[in-house]
């Protein structure tokens, strides 16, 4: 088995980290700047920054703030929200960003992908999916910041995952927005399924309660890495208690 990583996410409304319930009613976690940097110090393996409503808002992300996060960090650093251009995936990556994020505008042009991908390297390129059951299948939704810009997509999670694979994506974020903010695992069932044909690597969002669901995501080969963001903004686990539980069970971790 391959180390596992475990990657905290700052969901960024007006500057302030946030967090909410299946994308709604959203409560103020702190400082971005002063939890990456406790993030960092805690030893979590990599970091995840979106700009929750840039894409719904049709606007830029926040590139200052950016700037200031990626100077407190030495981790794999990814950042996501509003994103539409190679330009401004370029403008990221000098702004200290590892890996850009693309979610809405890869649904609105899956050419950005590929451009990308050619441009920087797969290695570069996540992709971000959120995904909702109905009717029996998985469905893919766009602009998920807020709630009254929330689109269904009509393409099921697994041919949209396919087709960024296809292009050139570098790694998949697949939340479960049944699941997110629910604290009752992460949706197994789903990410099992994706799992079993992925050849990039595979991020878990979404679900994490308590120490047994990254142990089960991990344990049963469902993802590459889990995210987690409440657990940690306030306060329920430090990172470096799961990774230590998460080695005690005979999983590898990132060092």
Known sequence: MLAKRIIPCLDILDGRVVKGVKFDNHIEAGDPIKLAKQYYEEGADELIFYDIVASSDKRNIMIGLVKQIAKEIFIPFTVGGGIRTVEDMRSILLAGADKVSINTAALENPDLINEGANMFGSQCIVIGIDSMIEIGSDYVYSNTGRTDARIKTGRKTNNWIKEVQTRGAGEIVLNSMDADGTKQGYNLRLLKKVNSFLKVPLV????????????????????????????????EFKIKEVKEYLQSKQIPMRK
Not at 204 to 231: I, W
């Open 204 to 235: 878990a969002s979404g679900g994490a309660g308590d120490m047994e669901d990254f142990f089960n995501v991990f344990e049963q080969n469902a993802a590459d890495a889990a995210l987690a963001a409440s657990l940690f903004h306030f306060g």
